[in-house]
């Protein structure tokens, strides 16, 4: 079946350098992706999210870029900080059932360390 | 508000025991649904509900049962637990019963650890 994806499983950033974490996925029907940060013990936590009508939203220091072309989500966080080491994962909504309810497919994570 | 809130925190079973995972949300959320997480799969969908008497199943739903009685209320019940549903589970739980606003992401719970001995 089709699944949502990471290009890299884990990523080392120097505090106060942006990161990118990628995320490709395979269902071209799929209209509303999310990413979440996941600290260890906790639940997912949302960051932010955005429509397949949009290439492009911004949130504080966080922006999220969709390419439809090439299937392709990219998280951005700006100026990053010890706080956001966690797990990082996309989601993409695959709810076109009829009752067009939230079925979200997540993908395996990628674990962001910032050194200090 | 408290957000979504479950219980127990951990739960140790054996093979053959059934046991009920308890979930609430104080938000008047419409929409709830059971994750599980296991390593290196990421989180899949169990059972989801988008309101008081409605459930449906989700990609992993074998060996679960859910209700909705209430709407702040989705307990996952284990009939007749295995070592394969160790994991750890998380019920999450949006505004809307679907993803169309930008207002009502899905909030999740910190999770029940589970182990089946």
């Known amino acids: 079946g089709e699944s949502v994806g990471l290009h890299l499983p884990t990523l080392s950033v120097q505090e106060g350098d942006n990161s990118i974490i990628n995320c490709a996925y395979s269902n071209s029907a799929s209209d509303y992706f999310i990413w979440y940060k996941q600290e260890s013990g906790k639940g997912p936590q949302f960051i932010i999210d955005?429509?397949?009508?949009?290439d492009k939203r911004q949130g504080q220091r966080v922006t999220v870029l969709l390419n439809k072309t090439v299937k392709h989500l990219s998280l951005q966080i700006a100026a990053t900080q010890p706080g956001d080491s966690a797990v990082y994962f996309c989601?993409?909504?695959?709810?076109?059932?009829?009752?067009?309810?939230?079925?979200?497919?997540f993908g395996k994570g990628t674990k962001l360390s910032v050194i200090p | 508000n408290a957000g979504v809130t479950q219980t127990p925190k951990f739960q140790v079973l054996k093979t053959g025991q059934s046991m009920t995972l308890q979930c609430a949300q104080d938000m008047n959320h419409e929409y709830m649904s059971w994750y599980r997480q296991d390593p290196g799969m990421g989180l899949r969908l169990i059972h989801y509900?988008?309101?008081?008497?409605?459930?449906d199943q989700g990609e992993v739903p074998n060996g679960y049962n859910v209700s909705r009685s209430t709407t702040e209320d989705f307990p996952l019940r284990l009939l007749s637990a295995a070592p394969s549903q160790t994991s750890v589970y998380f019920c999450?739980?949006?505004?809307?019963?679907?993803?169309?606003?930008?207002?009502?992401?899905?909030?999740f719970g910190n999770g029940t650890r589970l182990t089946v001995t």
């Open positions: 989601a993409e909504n695959l709810g076109q059932s009829g009752a067009g309810s939230y079925q979200l497919t």
């Open positions: 509900s988008v309101g008081a008497g409605i459930t």
């Open positions: 955005i429509r397949s009508n949009m």
């Open positions: 999450a739980s949006s505004l809307s019963r679907t993803a169309s606003s930008y207002n009502s992401p899905l909030h």
